[in-house]
Each structure stands twice: as structure tokens, then as C-alpha cells.
């Protein structure tokens, strides 16, 4: 078969492909078969790796040098960065440790919450509602509302002396002014970075959920009604185990992008006060720019793709995500 | 939760009742009314804000009534009024944003337009392919594949943005469309293979079999198999589309002005002296209408796909 053949393949011009015949000649398995599924992939692989690959190398050769702001020039500094980064996990006050440890706070947190409450809204608008294309466009739209937008909007509302959900918060007496969410001891800071997030993301697990459950085909459904089985029971045992693929996709990327959340730091916190939010994502960027340690920053960068990477594959492994 | 767990299984459209009216469809409408509403909440206030006069934007607590509305932020977001004839004495506002870029935003939408739109074709494209390719060919090394896929979007752009910023460089790709509508696209493809590859798997392989057999292509089962994969597309192009809207490092790297996507020159509204509440909300405001008719449009085809018994 010649490239013209493949490229008439993929462009659809299927009546101009002259291998046809002989192909189906050898009959229906050969095409079911692997051999040319490299035509249909190599496109994404080729975008991924031309945009993946060089950033990749790159953070990998940077991580072996340094910012030398006595020369002003970047040199080479063997292992020094990863024994920093081991040396700040290890020791008991290390600021990566910390950072660890507050990532995994906010990353489950969000998750969970985000998760729960997407399945129950996507449930709930696949349940026969009236106007259910309104409603489900209408929660989309958080998610429209760029992250670094939405986190300025978050930081006003938030504000304790001008900030209306804060003040609505104090009418029904849930918060008050000694102890605001934002500023203040920052008792509750994380929770006030949080809350974005959760508007913003739970949107993402209605979406896709809400795709999937309309997916299923409706026979399992109506024949396990027809058995007896209670709406939770069917649910439980025929709904849910269908839409699991959906699920590990939506809660793979969301997990993974959870893993490198800045923005809502940024704007709302800056890590603060002290290093009560500060995420790994975010010490990262602190690293790289405001003390201008781009060696470690890099550093700090392939440890979270080494995160994501053990997180990610754990979650397959456990969850026996069916790829 | 509670309250919709007794349709939690409903089909889309129970039996409709021929007079009695069905009080459990009535209180899940109520439910899904005031989840949505709480959502829209903060926007609300951000359409509230967008016509208020600076003095009421930020008053506690926040009025619905009893302030002048104003266009101007709108006048001078959309229509590039000049700023500095109508607020001056309100903001301060000398009518630029830091980083010497202007109020007037139909520029930026023009390019977050372009570059959303282009990459979410440009992921629809490839990502399809390859998604039916996973889900219909006996790869032995799919889940390898799968994973690899998932692996490109680990990369925190914290640390990815200057070495791309270099590469960029070299190709002489700033500030050039084609250049954010590949890294955007880069960014939104594993997610697009992976999902679409989820709803290929929910669709019977006999189905491209049996239309084969009848003398298609492979293409064209592919193409058939689209149709049942519709509500997936729909979801995935969405996806692509906001994900890019919303990208903000990237597109600050990768630029210098010359072309400027909306979250970038909503960070220019910030300047050294004063956030320029008005103009933010109105631009945010103004970005969302068309993407809200996007979803509404595109949203009928998330209906349920054909059941597999219309199909065989």
C-alpha cells in the first residue's frame, strides 16, 4: 500500500482506494486487524511529542544547572538541585514536604467534593426534569469564566469588609469577622481557595458524566426495572458500573490537573499566610521566578509529572480502569 | 442527593400521567432550578457589577435595585468608546490597562475566538482517528497507549511555558496563531482520546462489522460510528473549546500583544494602581453570552444516542 493509499484512506475518498478489493479478498479480518492502526494514531502521537517532548528534555537538562546571580549566568550545578529537593522532603519542616502535604489536602478535598456533587447533578438532570437543557447549560458557565477571572471574582467576594458572600456568609451567621474566610488568622484559608475551585470544576464532572449517562443504551435499564430491582439497585448495579469508563477519564484529568493547581493560589492567597496553601505547583512557580532558582524550579516541575504519573497509575491499577 | 434518589435510574422521559400531575418531576425541576441558580450566583453579581457605576460595584450589601445602570463599561469594552469621557473621575482610569493594552476588547475576543476554534477543530480531527483506532483495532499496547496519552497532560506549564517560549523563538511562532492553536491543541488531546475512545468502547463493534461486511470502508464505518457517538463529541468539543477559552499561561508566554486572548488581557485590567472592576465584568460578561448560546445549540445533540436496538 502506497502513502497515496493512506492518505485516500483517511481523507475519506474510500471509492479512489485500489487496495480495497484485495484487501477484502483476504477477507474482513484483515481489516479488523492492527496493522494500519498507526495511520489513524500517528497524527496525535506527532502533535504530542512535538509540543510534549522539548519541554520535557528541557526541564530534565535544566534541573542539572542553576541561576548564578552573582555572574548572572546559568551553570552547571551537578546533583545539587536533587539533593535539595530530597533534603526539603525529608527533613520534618522541609517546605516541599509541607507543600506535598497541602497538595494532597486540597487535591482530595476538591475531588471528592467535586465528584460527588457532579454525579448527583448529572443524576439529577438525566432524571426526566423539565427544562433540562437549561438548567444544564446553565451550570456549564462557571466553567467558562477563566480560572485567573474567576479567582479575582472569589477574592472579592471573599473579601471580608466588602466581599457580598462573605457578608451573606455573616447574615446567616456561618462566618464572622474575627475569623474571615480570606485574611484574618487564615484558619480557613484553604477552604477560601477551594471554593472557586469547587464552582468552577464541578461543572467538568457534570458534563462529561451527564454525556455518559446518556449513553447508555436503555435496554439494561428498563430490564433491570423489569426484574424488580429498586431505582437505587439499578443505580448501583447497572448505571454506575456503565458509566465507570466516563468516570476514570473525568476523574483521571481532573486528578492530574488538580496536581498542578496555581491559579486560585496565586490570586487568593499567595501561599499564605505563611505557607498554609501553598501547593507544590505554587512553590514551584515561586521558586522559578521570584527567587529566580530555575534549576530547582525545573526540579520541582518533574516532581510533580512524577506525582501526576505514580498518582495516575495508581488510580488504574486500583480502580481497574479498563483502557 | 437525597431527593432525586428515587429517579435515579428514570428513564429520560417516564410515562407521562394523563391528568395527575407528576409531583416528583415538579420537585427534581426545583432541585435542578435552584442548583443551577446557586451556580449563577457569582455571575450574577459579575452581570450585576458589569452595569453598576464604580461607587456601587464593590457597595456591601450588594444592591439589586437603587443604583443608576450604566453601559458604559460596555460602550467602551465593546463599541472602543473613549474611557476617559465617561469614568475619569471614578476610576482614575486613563483609559489603557497595564501592559500598554487598551479597554477595548473586541481584538481579544477575536483571537480567543480563532484560537479556540481552531483548536478545537484541530483536536476534533486528530483525536477522533485515533479514539475509534484505540477502541476498534486489537492494539496490543492500547493501555500502554492510553496511559502515554495521559502522561502529556502531567506537565505543569509553570515550568513547560519557557521552554516552549525558546522553541517558539527559534521557529519564529510568537505571537502567530497556528502556534497557540497547536499547544492548545497539544494540551486538549489526550483528554479528547481518551474520552472519545471511552463512548467508541460503549458502541458495539458488531455494528462496524456487520457494515463492513455490507461493503463499507473502514473509513466509512468510522463514519457511520460517529453518529452514535455524538453526545461524547459534543461533550469533548465543549471541553476543547473552554479549556483553550480559558488558558491563560501559555498565552501570556507565547505572546507579546500582538495578538492578546481574552484571560490575558483581563489580566492587563489589573493595573499597578487600581483593578478595573467595570471593564472586567463587562468583558467577562460579554465572553460568556456567545459561548452560553454555543452550549444551548450544541447541547440538543446530548440526547440520548440511538439504543441499540433502533440500531441492529
Redo the contacts between chains.
Sequence with gaps: MTNADRVA??E?R?DS?PA?EQLQARG?RR????D??WV??L??VL??L???I???L??IWNSFREFNPMTGRIEPVGLENWQRLVSEIVEPAGRVRGALWTTAVYVVSALAVEFALGL??A???????????????????????????AA???K??ENP?????S??LQQIGIADKVEPLLGGTGKYALQAVLIPDI?QW???FV??L???L??????P??A??VDGAS??Q??WH??LP?LR??I??AV??RL??L??V??YIFVLTSGGPGTRTEVI?FY??QR?FTTIE?GY??V???L??VL??VV??LF?RVFKVA? | ?S????????????PRQQRAIDWG?VV??L???A??GL??L??L??ALASVKPTQEI?????KLFGFEPTLNWYRVVLGNADPTQFNVEATGSVGRGSGGGTFFSIPYLRDSAIVGVGSTVLVLA??L??A???S?????W??D???W????????????A???F??FQQLRWIDAYHGLI??H??MN???A???L???F??VPRDLD?AA??DGA????AF?NSLSL?R??I??TA??AF?FS??E??LSLVLTTGVVRT??VA??TF?TAFA?E?GY?AAL?IA??VP??IF??VV??H????L???AVK
Excluded: C
Excluded at chain 1, 446518556?214 to 435496554?219: F, L, N
Excluded at chain 2, 476498534?136 to 496490543?140: H, S, T
Excluded at chain 2, 470502508?217 to 466509512?220: E, L, P, V, W, Y
Design positions: 484512506a483517511l475519506g474510500a482506494y480495497r474482513g481489516l479488523l486487524s492492527s494500519r492502526a489513524w494514531l497524527p496525535v502533535l504530542l512535538a509540543i510534549g522539548y519541554p520535557f528541557y526541564n448527583g447533578i443524576v439529577l438532570l438525566n432524571s426526566g426534569v423539565w427544562l433540562a437543557g437549561l438548567w444544564q447549560a446553565l451550570l456549564i458557565l462557571p466553567m467558562v469564566v477563566p480560572p485567573t477571572v479575582v471574582m472569589f472579592v467576594l469588609d466588602y466581599g457580598a458572600f457578608y451573606y464552582w464541578t461543572p467538568f458534563l462529561i451527564l454525556a455518559g446518556k449513553a447508555i443504551p436503555s435496554e435499564l428498563e433491570s426495572q431505582a437505587w439499578t443505580f447497572v448505571t456503565m469508563p466516563m476514570a477519564v483521571l484529568f492530574v490537573d496536581l498542578k496555581f491559579d505547583s514551584a512557580y522559578s530555575w524550579g525545573s520541582l516541575g518533574l510533580i509529572f501526576a504519573l495516575a497509575n488504574v483502557w | 442527593m431527593m432525586s434518589v428515587p429517579a435515579l435510574a428514570a428513564p429520560t422521559h417516564p418531576r427534581r425541576t432541585v435542578a432550578a442548583t443551577a451556580f449563577i457569582p455571575i453579581w459579575w464593590l457597595s456591601v450589601p450588594p486528530l483525536a482517528p485515533a475509534y483506532a484505540m476498534r483495532f486489537a492494539l496490543r492500547r493501555k497507549l492510553a496511559f496519552i495521559l502522561t502529556q497532560r502531567m506537565m505543569p506549564p509553570v515550568v513547560a519557557f521552554p516552549l525558546f522553541l497547536l499547544v491543541a497539544a488531546v489526550p483528554l482520546v481518551l474520552l475512545m471511552s463512548f468502547d460503549e462489522d463492513m461486511v470502508t473502514r473509513f466509512g463514519r457517538v453526545g461524547g459534543v461533550a465543549v471541553l473552554i477559552w480559558n491563560f499561561l481574552v484571560p483581563s489580566s489589573t483593578t472592576w472586567l467577562g465572553s460568556m459561548i452560553f452550549i444551548l447541547q440538543r446530548l440526547v440520548r444516542g439504543t441499540l436496538g
